[in-house]
C-alpha cells in the first residue's frame, strides 16, 4: 500500500513529553500515530471519552463572580491602581 505523510502541530513541551513516552514503550512517534488512526477507522469513534473539562468549585465561583462584576461594575468598588489596593487590605488587616 502506498504511505503518505501526515503533518502535526503541537506544543513542543507535549511533543517531548510524548516522545519520551513512545520511547519508553519501544514504539516511534510515528507508529503511536498510526495505531491511533488504525483504531479510529476500524471502531468508527474517537477511542478515548471527550469531554469539556469542568473547573473546581473555587474556580467555578471565581468566573461566577467575574460574571456578576461585569454585569454590574457600578455596585463593587474600583481601585486606581494595585498598589491603592494593596493599601486598603493592610490598614483592614
Given at each position: 500500500?502506498?504511505?503518505?505523510?501526515?503533518?502535526?502541530?503541537?506544543?513542543?513541551?507535549?511533543?517531548?513529553e510524548?516522545?519520551?513516552?513512545?520511547?519508553?514503550?519501544?514504539?516511534s512517534?510515528?507508529?503511536?500515530?498510526?495505531?491511533?488512526?488504525?483504531?479510529?477507522?476500524?471502531?468508527?469513534?474517537?477511542?478515548?471519552?471527550?469531554?469539556?473539562?469542568?473547573?473546581?468549585?473555587?474556580?467555578?465561583?471565581?468566573?461566577?463572580?467575574?460574571?456578576?462584576?461585569?454585569?454590574?461594575?457600578?455596585?463593587?468598588?474600583?481601585?486606581?491602581?494595585?498598589?491603592?489596593?494593596?493599601?486598603?487590605?493592610?490598614?483592614?488587616?
Open positions: 500500500m502506498a504511505q503518505t505523510s501526515v503533518n502535526i502541530r503541537m506544543d513542543e513541551k507535549t511533543k517531548k510524548f516522545d519520551r513516552f513512545c520511547k519508553e514503550i519501544g514504539i512517534v510515528s507508529t503511536a500515530f498510526h495505531l491511533f488512526a488504525g483504531k479510529v477507522v476500524r471502531e468508527q469513534r474517537i477511542p478515548f471519552e471527550l469531554t469539556a473539562e469542568m473547573p473546581n468549585a473555587d474556580t467555578a465561583a471565581a468566573i461566577e463572580e467575574a460574571r456578576e462584576f461585569k454585569a454590574h461594575p457600578e455596585e463593587y468598588k474600583r481601585y486606581a491602581s494595585f498598589a491603592d489596593f494593596l493599601k486598603e487590605v493592610e490598614e483592614d488587616a
